[in-house]
């Protein structure tokens, strides 16, 4: 048992070590309260038991908190070291299964010796755009096993910061644009002069009417949610073609990051630059199709639909919604995506989508 629980640290024992998760609690993906039922406890067999079953990621990043590891394989940070050897005879090596360790190096809780390897391979003190494109065959494997630390992407400070983008920035930017369209839609119907199918299909054409407004922004929202479920599983899910360094970089930036790192705050949502390019080709092909006022009203009800999404996406990874409830059976489903489903349960916001298209996550 853990001693001092009223130092307001949160404690846990595994396997005779302990470890302090104090600042991980906020983000575990079964919720803060779940940790703090064990705290002070055995969590062992918990962690292996059906209801609360961890990928060996789990177990590796608890790794991370360990501050009392038998045999000093720990540092004072409670951190297992590894050292970097990236020469191309252990990279072949690797891509040929070979999985050997060396200089007496001690693997981390529930991370195999070929994954340690594999991991070896990065420096995480330098950007990361310069050397995933480099890993070759092994890139998804090291994709998709989760780690926690911090990290850059780019060596330039301009492209680093324009590479991150806080929450709260996502609902500040796109909702007075999202009432914007509402409003110019709302007031154009209202004049009555809205023809619609005028180019398209003239034998349908007729004049759109203010109550077909909440309509067109329902439609939007519900486009929304569908090309939710398209990006997330059909773009940012496509196997990267590891052949091309080039790929394996673009790969990584659409969302094999957010995977390999899930957990950091600053790239949960979606940065303003690259989503100003989906608005906009999206915003050209509505015009092509609609006339203003309805294009504003489906494009304001995406645009809502779209920043419920990524703050949604930021309170699953950071927030504790209350046991039980929507939120944390939502929460408990997205931490299954990215530690072991990850080719299943595409939605985020909801889980609506995976239901027609079969790839809801077994169990849920």
Not at 62 to 70: A, D, I, K, M
Not at 211 to 216: G, N, Q
Not at 286 to 302: D, E, I, N, Q, T
Request: with cysteine.
């Amino acid at each position: 048992m853990c001693e001092n629980k009223s130092d307001g640290r949160l404690r846990l024992v595994h396997d005779g070590k302990h470890y302090d998760v104090t600042d991980f609690a906020q983000r575990h993906p079964g919720g803060k309260l779940v940790l703090q039922r064990y705290q002070g406890q055995d969590i062992t067999a918990v962690m292996k038991g059906p209801l609360h079953r961890h990928s060996p990621a789990a177990y590796s990043m608890l790794s991370q908190y360990c501050v009392e590891e038998e045999g000093g394989a720990a540092d004072t940070n409670g951190n297992v070291k590894v050292h970097h050897r990236e020469n191309g005879r252990h990279r072949a090596d690797l891509q040929h299964g070979s999985s050997k360790v060396t200089n007496g190096r001690i693997p981390s809780l529930g991370c195999s010796n070929r994954q340690m390897e594999i991991e070896s391979l990065i420096d995480w003190n330098k950007p990361l755009l310069g050397q995933v494109g480099q890993l070759g065959d092994l890139y998804d494997e090291w994709v998709h096993y989760p780690v926690e630390k911090p990290y850059r992407l780019f060596h330039s400070e301009v492209c680093e910061f324009f590479s991150r983008c806080p929450w709260f920035l996502v609902p500040t930017l796109w909702l007075p644009l999202a009432m914007y369209f509402a409003f110019t839609s709302v007031v154009e119907l209202h004049q009555g002069q809205v023809q619609v199918f005028t180019q398209t299909c003239s034998a349908l054409k007729f004049t759109a009417p203010v109550p077909l407004f909440p309509v067109v922004f329902a439609v939007g929202v519900m486009l929304w949610t569908f090309w939710e479920y398209c990006l997330h599983r059909f773009l940012f899910h496509s196997k990267a073609v590891t052949s091309s360094p080039g790929l394996i970089i673009a790969h990584f930036l659409l969302h094999g990051q957010h995977h390999k790192v899930p957990f950091d705050p600053g790239r949960l949502v979606f940065p303003p630059v690259p989503c100003s390019v989906f608005v906009t080709l999206f915003y050209l092909l509505y015009s092509l199709l609609l006339p203003r006022a309805l294009v504003h009203a489906l494009v304001s009800g995406k645009l809502c639909g779209y920043v419920c999404y990524d703050l949604t996406h930021y309170y699953l990874h950071h927030g504790s919604p209350k046991e039980n409830s929507y939120f944390h059976r939502l929460k408990s489903y997205h931490a299954k995506h990215h530690f072991l489903h990850q080719e299943t349960g595409f939605g985020i916001s909801s889980k609506f989508w995976d239901r027609p298209f079969g790839t809801l996550i077994p169990g849920s």
